[in-house]
């Protein structure tokens, strides 16, 4: 077990664990989902309503944040929790998706990445060991080793040699990182949705060692039943006593199936992102609260939730501000999903604690599957 970055296994029922991850900035409960902070903020949410969601975890982009207002102003400022006023614990990827996925003139080679800002053109080099210099900067309780990002669809050849290249990366990230209590660091596990290359990745991460394993390269256009298969080829193979964590994902179905296929921890802004389109998770489905069906309801959004935006207001008051374009609705919806989303994390908690997780998943699907309220 590491020692910077202690994980329990508390409980498990099947390949599911129910663990804690011990960091300088508080404990998070697993299996935990972490609501994205890009710019050093959960868009439309001041920290303290993140954290009464639920939220013992954030994750910043180190891409957004070395470009503006970079890493160094944040050191100067105290650190990125300092910065954004968020005293629990922080996860920082390592720009290496953001850089594939925003930037402008893109050149790979060996020693790293260069590319151009998306913001003004200017020319910047991301290494494993500039990278990792910025996450240093910036403070995270988990900082991310850089990976080559994969496309998808992807030939074997090619995936192979992403694949390797990501190892040698990963190997560098390590040599790179400076060891500290509360601190820690993942690899990634790469390999496209090929078996035998996530072994390989596998194998040669848990060769160099980290605090914890990611696997990345999924929830890229592959499906939800593709991705499953690559987690249940590649978790056994994980080690059992680090946290697992699997990036960028996902809708709550892709949580409850990961959850029962091993996996620890996640991001996504989904929850985040939806709720600046009106569009809310419910225990029923997706709403779409711009849907003029809502326009005369009474009833809250999620009966059964207990957050401000459910407590406090009708559906046909959330309609009206979406349809309004208010600030309101962004804040209220962004703050109604991240709780169903951390509520949700918390009742696969408690079903893995009491061996429950396949009854609580068949439950879940039930209920999604019926679907929104009926109309009044
Ligand atoms: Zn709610």
């Given at each position: 077990?590491?020692?910077?970055?202690?994980?329990?296994?508390?409980?498990?029922?099947?390949?599911?664990?129910?663990?804690?991850?011990?960091?300088?900035?508080?404990?998070?409960?697993?299996?935990?989902?972490?609501?994205?902070?890009?710019?050093?903020?959960?868009?439309?949410?001041?920290?303290?309503?993140?954290?009464?969601?639920?939220?013992?975890?954030?994750?910043?982009?180190?891409?957004?944040?070395?470009?503006?207002?970079?890493?160094?102003?944040?050191?100067?400022?105290?650190?990125?929790?300092?910065?954004?006023?968020?005293?629990?614990?922080?996860?920082?990827?390592?720009?290496?998706f953001?850089?594939m996925s925003?930037?402008?003139?893109?050149?790979?080679?060996?020693?790293?990445?260069?590319?151009?800002?998306?913001?003004?053109?200017?020319?910047?080099?991301?290494?494993?060991?500039?990278?990792?210099?910025?996450?240093?900067?910036?403070?995270?309780?988990?900082?991310?080793?850089?990976?080559?990002c994969t496309e998808f669809p992807v030939t074997p050849?090619a995936a192979?040699?992403s694949m390797?290249?990501?190892?040698?990366?990963?190997?560098?990230?390590?040599?790179?990182?400076?060891?500290?209590?509360?601190?820690?660091?993942?690899?990634i596990v790469q390999g496209s949705v090929f078996p035998v290359m996530r072994?390989?990745s596998?194998?040669?991460?848990?060769?160099?060692?980290?605090?914890?394993?990611a696997v990345g390269g999924l929830a890229i256009g592959e499906g939800q039943e593709t991705m499953f298969m690559v987690i249940d080829a590649t978790v056994?193979?994980?080690?059992?006593?680090?946290?697992r964590y699997l990036m960028g994902v996902g809708k709550p179905s892709d949580l409850v199936g990961a959850v029962q296929r091993g996996i620890?921890?996640f991001d996504c802004v989904l929850?985040?992102r939806s709720?600046?389109?009106?569009q809310?998770f419910?225990?029923?489905g997706t709403?779409?609260?711009?849907?003029?069906?809502?326009?005369?309801?009474?009833?809250?959004?999620?009966?059964?939730?207990?957050?401000?935006?459910?407590?406090?207001?009708?559906?046909?008051?959330?309609?009206?501000?979406?349809?309004?374009?208010?600030?309101?609705?962004?804040?209220?919806?962004?703050?109604?999903?991240?709780?169903?989303?951390?509520?949700?994390?918390?009742?696969?908690?408690?079903?893995?604690?009491?061996?429950?997780?396949?009854?609580?998943a068949?439950?879940f699907a039930?209920?999604q599957a019926?679907?929104?309220?009926?109309?009044?």
């Amino acid at each position: 077990m590491s020692e910077a970055l202690p994980f329990t296994v508390l409980a498990s029922d099947g390949p599911a664990r129910r663990g804690r991850l011990t960091t300088a900035h508080g404990i998070i409960d697993t299996p935990a989902f972490m609501p994205v902070g890009t710019a050093a903020t959960v868009k439309a949410m001041r920290p303290e309503e993140v954290a009464a969601t639920g939220a013992q975890i954030l994750l910043g982009n180190t891409y957004h944040l070395m470009l503006r207002p970079t890493a160094e102003r944040i050191a100067e400022l105290g650190g990125l929790h300092k910065f954004m006023n968020w005293p629990r614990a922080i996860l920082t990827d390592s720009g290496g998706f953001q850089v594939m996925s925003l930037a402008k003139l893109r050149d790979i080679s060996e020693r790293g990445v260069s590319f151009r800002s998306h913001l003004d053109g200017t020319l910047y080099a991301l290494s494993p060991e500039r990278s990792i210099g910025i996450q240093h900067l910036l403070g995270a309780n988990v900082t991310m080793v850089l990976d080559e990002c994969t496309e998808f669809p992807v030939t074997p050849e090619a995936a192979s040699a992403s694949m390797e290249r990501s190892m040698r990366w990963a190997e560098r990230s390590k040599a790179a990182f400076l060891p500290r209590p509360g601190h820690g660091l993942f690899g990634i596990v790469q390999g496209s949705v090929f078996p035998v290359m996530r072994l390989k990745s596998v194998e040669a991460l848990t060769r160099i060692g980290f605090d914890g394993y990611a696997v990345g390269g999924l929830a890229i256009g592959e499906g939800q039943e593709t991705m499953f298969m690559v987690i249940d080829a590649t978790v056994p193979a994980l080690p059992a006593d680090a946290p697992r964590y699997l990036m960028g994902v996902g809708k709550p179905s892709d949580l409850v199936g990961a959850v029962q296929r091993g996996i620890d921890m996640f991001d996504c802004v989904l929850p985040t992102r939806s709720g600046r389109t009106a569009q809310a998770f419910t225990r029923r489905g997706t709403v779409n609260l711009r849907n003029a069906r809502h326009a005369a309801d009474p009833r809250p959004l999620d009966p059964d939730c207990a957050c401000p935006a459910c407590k406090g207001f009708s559906r046909g008051y959330l309609h009206h501000l979406a349809r309004s374009g208010e600030i309101l609705a962004s804040m209220l919806l962004t703050q109604h999903n991240l709780s169903y989303y951390q509520e949700l994390m918390a009742g696969l908690r408690a079903a893995i604690e009491r061996r429950g997780l396949d009854d609580f998943a068949a439950a879940f699907a039930l209920q999604q599957a019926q679907g929104d309220l009926p109309a009044l």
